[in-house]
């Protein structure tokens, strides 16, 4: 598969990609109206960003429990079911007097829920595309991902200032709500990839197995630190310039959907290995002029340049298939999304606790320099090998 007129005459893909966007856009409207909301009533910029990516923080502790369910659950009733309650609970964080600690309450338990999104969503587009297909596929999921951000925080902005962050989320339900009539209507009735019980026991021994191999645990960590790290950059944008967050995060979404643009359609396989490290470092070296606390236009330039190195995620993903069994491939790539996320609300709390103590502008400089220190400790892990022989090469994949 190699044109995007290809991917969109396959069967289902069409409706994947409308149920993915149209949650990707909730997620930014909703986001950004909680995070401004909590900023008003709190001060705390720790508390801000936690409010916009607390949720990811909690999805990595229901990876450990729930992730099993991500292919023993039939994949177009999980999708539509979780955009339902990721709706009702979007609302609820709009009633007026709602304490903080009723937001998190609610932050916390969506989170955990939506540990089981990422693999289903993802573990459904493998089945949809062959394997030559997966990453132009994947590119373009990351890529509504950008454009719906582009959109979803331009719109966000004029809408927490026009309508109030309340209203703001509950314009982020109705869109959640859509996404769920997308998902219910638009794809077909498909079997689970897996049988048995979906139990934290089931979960537990598929991670273990997972990260039992070295090559598919450097993976892992590739995937999910130096891009957590400098997410946890992106949460500060608020107590950075609290007038201009949006133009930030919208400067980021364009950096991150060019990335994916060139990496899902015009880099060519054989050279995806050799940029995924390049692409990492792109990510976190821009961050670092933050310590000279630059102006507005220097400040959106680094932030799109450094958004393009995002792209290093999608390169990582093909890797991480084809060193996973066929039957584990819905998992992995849940616990790729859940370990992402979850880290991504690490560097959210390890940044908000940093400006905390310094500035926001310090804070993400110091993520950035963590991230640059991580990439580099993990090349020797990463490096490509030579081919194992087969028995050796199925030992690999267990």
């Not at 690490?346 to 991230?371: E, F, K």
């Amino acid at each position: 598969m190699r044109t995007y007129g290809e991917l969109f005459r396959t069967p289902e893909f069409a409706p994947l990609f409308l149920t993915s966007a149209g949650n990707v856009a909730a997620q930014t409207v909703s986001g950004l109206a909680l995070a401004t909301l909590v900023y008003a009533r709190t001060g705390s910029p720790l508390l801000s960003s936690l409010a916009m990516f607390g949720p990811a923080l909690a999805q990595l502790a229901g990876a450990l429990v729930l992730l099993s369910a991500a292919d023993r659950l039939p994949p177009r009733a999980a999708l539509a079911g979780l955009s339902l309650l990721f709706a009702a609970g979007t609302a609820a964080q709009a009633v007026p007097g709602l304490p903080v600690w009723g937001v998190f309450a609610i932050v916390l338990g969506l989170g955990a829920a939506n540990a089981v999104g990422g693999g289903v969503r993802y573990g459904l587009l493998n089945e949809i595309l062959d394997r030559d297909g997966y990453v132009l596929g994947r590119s373009v999921l990351n890529m509504s991902v950008g454009l719906m951000q582009i959109l979803g925080f331009a719109a966000g902005g004029v809408m927490v200032s026009a309508l109030s962050p309340r209203g703001t989320l509950l314009a982020g339900a109705a869109l959640y709500l859509a996404a769920a009539l997308a998902g219910r209507f638009g794809l077909s009735r498909r079997a689970p990839r897996a049988t048995g019980r979906a139990t934290a026991g089931e979960t537990w021994r598929n991670n273990v197995r997972l990260w039992s191999s070295v090559r598919r645990r450097a993976v892992f960590l590739a995937l999910w630190m130096p891009n957590g790290l400098i997410v946890g950059c992106e949460s500060l944008f608020v107590p950075y310039a609290p007038g201009h967050a949006g133009l930030l995060f919208a400067a980021g979404a364009a950096g991150m959907l060019a990335g994916d643009a060139l990496a899902g359609r015009f880099v060519p396989p054989g050279w995806r290995g050799r940029l995924d490290a390049p692409m990492r470092l792109l990510l976190a070296v821009p961050y670092l002029v933050f310590a000279l606390r630059p102006p507005l236009p220097v400040a959106v330039a680094a932030i799109a340049a450094a958004s393009v190195g995002y792209c290093a995620t999608l390169l990582l993903q093909e890797r991480l298939l084809r060193l996973t069994p066929d039957g584990l491939s819905g998992h992995a790539l849940g616990l790729h999304s859940s370990g992402m996320l979850g880290m991504q609300g690490v560097g959210a709390a390890l940044a908000g606790g940093a400006a905390q103590l310094t500035s926001p502008a310090t804070g993400m400089a110091v993520m950035a320099a963590a991230s640059v220190a991580v990439t580099a400790a993990l090349a020797p892990w990463l490096r490509d090998r030579p081919a194992a022989p087969p028995g050796e090469a199925a030992a690999q994949r267990v």
